[in-house]
């Protein structure tokens, strides 16, 4: 069990999300939005943003592959540190939700949580160790100045011992939460638990 | 240098080819580089009910425009030249000037389109619900949220696959 961390406005705690605008009703749904949903998440159909997502089929189907793809897939960059580049992102985007599930999951995965606390208290110096550091760097470069990344920061992951494949990882990590981040935050709100 | 035979965006812009091991290291995430083109391809669809193609690729272009991303700026360029798009339009699109384009709801995908890129963190409700106000359906709105998100991903990894491609070219 990971202690709770409330830093900055955010947290790890597990937070609903309720859409701003309708969302697809189950009953309502065309097959072709069921078989969607089925493919997207276990728990798609209890989810306002999936059921939300769901009112452009095709749409969240090759959005939800390619999140599966780069977030699961075997080999390459570490799971724990793809979860700590889309936490750095959701942090540096402001997607409180966004954060509090990929802190979640890098805890589970890492099984220590004090690179997520430093995260949330000031990402800009995160990082327990020089390979952390790097790739919290990485990403908040990628994400605020895309046209700034060039060949001397690809090679400062090099120095601290990334591959060519977990380089692409963290790529893809970071950019598909520019993409994630942007429908959680700009679609509809986290919930918070009634204390 | 382009790889101009190649049906992927990302391959053709950054210039990879099956030689480079950029390409290489990329390919081996086949069902990424699948269902990024997929995505593409999808929200840019001639056909997708509701927003019009041209519509879409001028949210796309000022989107492209305002990361900067240039090179993916030109494409959607290109391909808003070659249907009935309105050269004023891309000109007010280029001068971020969008109150001058005339037409209420298609500024409001503009404007949409400029916070969620700049500063994500200020599109609230009321940023959104701007949208319906100004004549989108909810299917519409969902289309447009996912083609500015998508084009934010899609930059940062033509961004990153270029800085890859620059290493190896150096080494």
């Given at each position: 069990?990971?202690?709770?961390?409330?830093i900055?406005?955010?947290?790890?705690?597990s937070?609903?999300?309720?859409?701003?605008?309708?969302v697809?009703?189950?009953a309502?749904?065309?097959?072709?939005?069921?078989?969607?949903?089925e493919?997207?998440?276990?728990k798609?159909?209890e989810?306002?943003?999936?059921?939300?997502?769901?009112?452009?089929?095709e749409?969240l189907?090759q959005?939800s592959?390619?999140?599966?793809a780069?977030?699961?897939?075997?080999?390459?960059?570490?799971?724990?540190?793809?979860?700590?580049?889309?936490?750095?992102?959701?942090r540096?985007?402001?997607?409180?939700?966004?954060?509090?599930?990929h802190?979640?999951r890098?805890?589970?995965?890492?099984?220590r949580?004090?690179?997520?606390?430093q995260?949330?208290e000031?990402?800009?110096?995160?990082g327990t160790?020089?390979?952390e550091?790097?790739i919290?760097?990485?990403?908040?470069?990628?994400?605020?100045?895309?046209?700034?990344?060039?060949?001397?920061?690809?090679?400062q992951?090099?120095?601290?011992?990334l591959?060519?494949?977990?380089?692409?990882d963290?790529i893809?990590?970071?950019?598909?939460?520019?993409w994630a981040?942007?429908?959680?935050?700009?679609?509809?709100?986290?919930?918070f638990?009634?204390? | 240098?382009?790889?101009?035979?190649?049906?992927?965006?990302l391959?053709?812009?950054?210039?990879?080819?099956?030689?480079?091991?950029?390409?290489a290291?990329?390919?081996?995430r086949?069902?990424?580089v699948?269902?990024?083109?997929?995505?593409?391809?999808g929200?840019?669809?001639?056909?997708?009910p509701g927003?019009s193609?041209?519509?879409?690729?001028y949210?796309?272009?000022y989107?492209?425009?305002l990361?900067p991303?240039?090179?993916?700026?030109?494409?959607?360029?290109?391909?808003?030249?070659?249907l009935?798009?309105?050269?004023?339009?891309?000109?007010?699109?280029?001068?971020?000037?969008?109150q001058?384009?005339g037409?209420?709801?298609?500024?409001?995908m503009?404007?949409?389109?400029h916070t969620?890129?700049t500063k994500?963190?200020?599109?609230?409700?009321?940023?959104?619900?701007?949208?319906?106000?100004?004549?989108?359906?909810?299917?519409e709105?969902v289309t447009?949220?996912?083609l500015?998100?998508?084009v934010?991903?899609?930059?940062?990894?033509a961004?990153?696959?270029?800085?890859?491609k620059?290493?190896e070219?150096?080494?």
């Amino acid at each position: 069990m990971s202690a709770p961390i409330h830093i900055q406005g955010f947290t790890n705690d597990s937070l609903g999300w309720k859409a701003w605008l309708d969302v697809v009703q189950l009953a309502q749904a065309t097959p072709a939005q069921m078989s969607v949903l089925e493919e997207s998440h276990p728990k798609a159909k209890e989810s306002d943003y999936y059921l939300f997502l769901v009112h452009q089929p095709e749409i969240l189907r090759q959005r939800s592959i390619a999140f599966n793809a780069i977030m699961y897939a075997p080999g390459g960059l570490s799971r724990a540190e793809r979860e700590l580049a889309s936490t750095v992102v959701s942090r540096i985007n402001g997607c409180v939700y966004c954060a509090s599930v990929h802190a979640q999951r890098f805890e589970q995965l890492a099984k220590r949580q004090d690179v997520i606390e430093q995260v949330f208290e000031e990402p800009n110096s995160a990082g327990t160790n020089q390979r952390e550091r790097a790739i919290v760097e990485f990403s908040i470069e990628l994400t605020l100045n895309p046209e700034h990344v060039n060949a001397s920061s690809i090679q400062q992951l090099k120095d601290v011992g990334l591959q060519n494949s977990e380089i692409l990882d963290l790529i893809h990590s970071v950019a598909i939460f520019a993409w994630a981040n942007r429908l959680m935050l700009n679609l509809g709100e986290p919930i918070f638990p009634s204390v | 240098m382009l790889n101009q035979n190649s049906s992927d965006t990302l391959d053709r812009l950054v210039g990879l080819t099956p030689q480079s091991p950029t390409y290489a290291v990329r390919h081996e995430r086949e069902k990424v580089v699948a269902a990024t083109q997929g995505s593409e391809d999808g929200l840019l669809a001639p056909a997708l009910p509701g927003l019009s193609e041209v519509d879409r690729l001028y949210v796309v272009l000022y989107a492209c425009l305002l990361t900067p991303a240039p090179e993916l700026a030109a494409e959607y360029e290109s391909r808003l030249t070659k249907l009935e798009a309105n050269l004023q339009t891309i000109r007010c699109i280029h001068q971020s000037d969008i109150q001058s384009i005339g037409d209420a709801r298609l500024e409001a995908m503009l404007s949409f389109t400029h916070t969620l890129i700049t500063k994500p963190i200020n599109a609230d409700k009321n940023a959104l619900s701007a949208l319906p106000k100004a004549g989108l359906s909810t299917p519409e709105v969902v289309t447009l949220a996912q083609l500015i998100s998508f084009v934010s991903y899609q930059v940062r990894l033509a961004a990153g696959l270029r800085a890859m491609k620059e290493l190896e070219l150096s080494v």
